[in-house]
């Protein structure tokens, strides 16, 4: 005579039906058969036997992953109010007073000597990948760089102080402009700080992602990618793609921006002080000011 071999084996039971509901959800979230019913030791969780084992296995996991305190994100570093986005976007706009529209009558001669022609920066003329920043073709091309700056840049000198946010970009901007022209050649003319802006957004994504994957949880490349890198390519989809944009000297600019965020965040991980913020600033300055002397001398 064989015995009888149960239809059901209750794997966990508790006088608390909102307990046993807990534990439902934890196997219907795997995918074991099973079912929640009320016997005379109270609530149970039931399982056909040859699932016993693996519905145990998958309840003593979501214990002990309840039980872990969860690990924290390092928290952003956060050097106070920032002005510096608004700064650069009063810099602009003061250049747009003084040199004109791009097809205005160029009385100054400010595009004639600073504009991104590629063919005259890949022959000697480097400077003009960075006075091209500071050129606009019109009024709604200034503005638009203008509030990309306050956005963007404000939120970066927050993350690494004025001064370094400041210089970071405009690196990561001539660099941009610099490679824009190698890779188009002598026809192409490009004017803006778009470049630049968008390095800025670019190192917010780089920098975000080194935060979060710093984290040691699973998923954290996945987590610190989405929230980082794609989030930084879903703006420039929306922003940097248009019928009179240029959509290569804006991929360059978030593309070196990118590496900078990632290099400065894995590099760094205090924050910068005060006098190194001074010298950066001043850098940047110099940098600018020295590349209008040399387009005006040449």
């Not at 050097?79 to 205005?104: D, E």
């Not at 824009?180 to 778009?194: C, M, W």
């Amino acid at each position: 005579m064989t015995a009888e071999v149960p239809a059901e084996a209750a794997v966990r039971v508790s006088p608390s039906r909102e307990q046993a509901e807990a534990w439902d959800f934890v196997l219907e979230a795997v995918g074991i058969t099973h079912r929640v019913g009320l016997t005379e030791e109270g609530w149970a969780v039931l399982v056909p036997p040859p699932c016993v084992a693996t519905a145990l296995a998958a309840l003593d996991a979501a214990d002990r992953e309840a039980s872990e305190e969860p690990v924290r994100e390092p928290q952003a570093p956060d050097h106070g109010p920032s002005f510096v986005g608004l700064a650069a976007a009063a810099t602009i706009a003061a250049f747009f007073w003084v040199s004109g529209p791009r097809n205005g009558a160029d009385a100054g001669g400010w595009f004639r000597v600073g504009s991104g022609v590629a063919g005259l920066i890949v022959h000697g003329q480097w400077w003009r990948a960075v006075t091209a920043l500071t050129l606009h073709s019109d009024i709604m091309h200034v503005a638009g760089n203008a509030v990309a700056f306050i956005v963007f840049l404000t939120a970066l000198g927050r993350w690494l102080g004025g001064g370094l946010a400041l210089f970071a970009t405009l690196l990561a901007g001539v660099a941009g402009n610099l490679l824009t022209a190698l890779v188009y050649g002598s026809p192409h003319d490009v004017v803006g700080a778009s470049t630049a802006t968008f390095a800025a957004l670019g190192l917010l994504g780089g920098l975000q992602f080194m935060r979060r994957y710093a984290a040691r949880t699973v998923g954290r490349f996945k987590r610190a990618f989405l929230l980082g890198v794609a989030a930084s390519l879903g703006l420039f989809a929306m922003l940097g793609v248009g019928e009179r944009s240029d959509m290569l000297a804006h991929a360059t600019g978030l593309g070196f921006g990118l590496g900078f965020g990632l290099l400065w965040g894995h590099l760094v991980r205090r924050p910068v002080k005060p006098p190194a913020q001074a010298i950066c600033l001043i850098a940047t300055v110099v940098v600018v000011a020295g590349a209008w002397l040399l387009a005006f001398r040449h």
